[in-house]
């Protein structure tokens, strides 16, 4: 069963340097407004800039009292020290050395280790929620390794909550129907410009009482302005999509909404959805993105979007909360 989130979640990624760095004491005063906002749940991975956003995360949780905030983290990538030239920096994005270097391992031993490690990193004695971590390529380990590690470490009592978390939608759905997941962390996969998690995953979630958490509701920039972005999914944003954000923006105009807060606002009216994840470089954006998160959205604006074939008609179908 899954457990209580704030309806808005603080992504772990930008406090790991994501694109740019940002300094230690920015990094704290983002998790700091992001607790005064009234945001009590934490998501970080050791993939975030190498362990440096846990690190982060875990020094300014460490203010607040333990049973008034949930952490998730995630396994499947183990962080391994390497000899690094002077200057060099890490080639995943993240602007920190590259003083370690990820591995892949979904082994019950590897379970435990990056588990172990995430703790010393982070602080805790314990977290409540682990993800195994972007299985795409490796669903044969994750299924007979790193779930099987997990529900043993949930029925010991070492972690209160399980799930997956990845950027397609089928795998997810292939995860919940073998496993007894409380939570699956969905990105990008049901935002304004992409709904793939309603043909199975969004339905079988909520048939089965699993919690989603939406990530990549902006889909990595594009949606994170009130005229489109070019970044989508990581990458340089195809054309076609500009265009598609572009209408979906004058849609929102004339109902007086800002592209950004509709886009916080559409995984929201799925019933399956406990959780919006953000991430933010400095605690200015943490509060716009409260801000937006709160916006009043008019329950024509989804009619007309539908109508104008800019979003499917499974997001009215959904039952959700307008």
């Not at 607790?35 to 440096?52: K, V």
């Not at 339905?203 to 070019?230: D, K, Q, S, Y």
């Not at 799925?270 to 916006?295: I, Y």
Request: glycine share 10%.
């Amino acid at each position: 069963m899954s457990m209580d989130l704030s309806p808005l979640g603080l992504g772990g990624a930008q406090l790991g340097n994501l694109y740019h760095a940002m300094s230690g004491e920015t990094a704290e005063a983002t998790v700091r407004r992001a607790w005064d906002e009234g945001i009590r749940y934490f998501d970080t991975a050791p993939h975030y800039g190498l362990g440096l956003s846990e690190r982060r995360l875990g020094a300014a949780l460490a203010a607040y009292p333990r049973d008034e905030f949930v952490v998730s983290t995630k396994v499947g990538r183990v962080l391994e020290p390497q000899a690094a030239e002077p200057g060099e920096r890490d080639d995943q994005g993240f602007d920190v050395p590259a003083t370690y270097r990820r591995g892949w391992d979904f082994s019950r031993d590897g379970v435990l280790r990056s588990l172990a490690d995430s703790l010393t990193r982070l602080g805790l004695d314990r977290v409540d929620l682990v993800y195994v971590h972007d299985p795409d390529d490796h669903f044969t380990e994750a299924a007979e390794d790193a779930f099987p590690a997990l529900l043993e470490l949930r029925d010991q009592g070492v972690v209160q909550a399980i799930g997956a978390g990845i950027n397609q939608a089928p795998m997810l759905s292939e995860f919940v129907r073998r496993f007894d997941l409380d939570h699956v962390l969905m990105a990008g996969r049901y935002t304004l410009l992409n709904q793939p998690a309603l043909d199975e995953l969004l339905p079988l979630c909520l048939e089965r009482g699993v919690g989603v958490v939406a990530g990549g509701a902006f889909n990595a920039g594009i949606l994170a302005t009130a005229e489109p972005g070019r970044i989508y999914d990581y990458a340089t944003a195809p054309v076609d999509l500009v265009w598609k954000a572009q209408e979906i923006a004058e849609v929102c105009a004339r109902h007086g909404v800002e592209l950004p807060d509709a886009a916080l606002a559409l995984p929201r009216t799925h019933p399956a959805v406990t959780s919006v994840v953000v991430g933010a470089h400095a605690p200015d954006q943490v509060a716009l993105n409260v801000r937006r998160a709160a916006a009043k959205i008019p329950a024509g604006l989804w009619h007309d979007l539908v109508d104008a074939g800019l979003v499917r008609a499974g997001v009215l179908a959904a039952g959700g909360r307008p």
